[in-house]
């Protein structure tokens, strides 16, 4: 699952958890456990469409998942939502932010029209048009 080189790098090797510990002439460090979960294939935002009134507050939740369509937590991504339509009202609530899965984001409907919010990682991009 880990290895780990001379020089205290770690590196994964596959998914699965166990537990790390450090020692030194006799002292040793707490137990930490290392899990490591398959790699994050889709961001999936959901509901795919939304329909809703100026002024009203909608919450989309944007999940990460792996091959086999299971959630990964944790996976950093970033979202940018347009603000001229919509008011963020979940923090962080302005610009383009470096967030973590899975996320549920609240906002409120500004103007009409139908709008994109793009929420996107290093492997995939994905977009709903609301």
């Not at 006799?26 to 935002?45: I, N, Y």
């Not at 603000?83 to 609240?106: D, I, Q």
């Amino acid at each position: 699952m880990a290895t780990l080189s001379a020089t205290g790098v770690l590196q994964t090797r596959g998914v699965g958890s166990t537990i790390l510990t450090a020692s030194f002439e006799g002292m040793s460090s707490q137990p930490l456990r290392l899990t490591v979960a398959p790699p994050a294939v889709e961001l999936r935002a959901s509901p795919d469409t939304i329909d809703t009134a100026v002024g009203d507050t909608i919450a989309l939740t944007i999940t990460a998942l792996d091959a086999a369509g299971e959630s990964v937590r944790g996976v950093v991504f970033r979202v940018s939502p347009d603000t001229s339509y919509w008011a963020v009202t979940s923090e962080p609530r302005e610009g383009s932010w470096r967030l973590e899965t899975p996320l549920v984001l609240r906002m409120r409907a500004n103007r009409a029209g139908r709008v994109r919010l793009t929420a996107y990682s290093e492997n995939d991009v994905v977009e709903r048009r609301m």
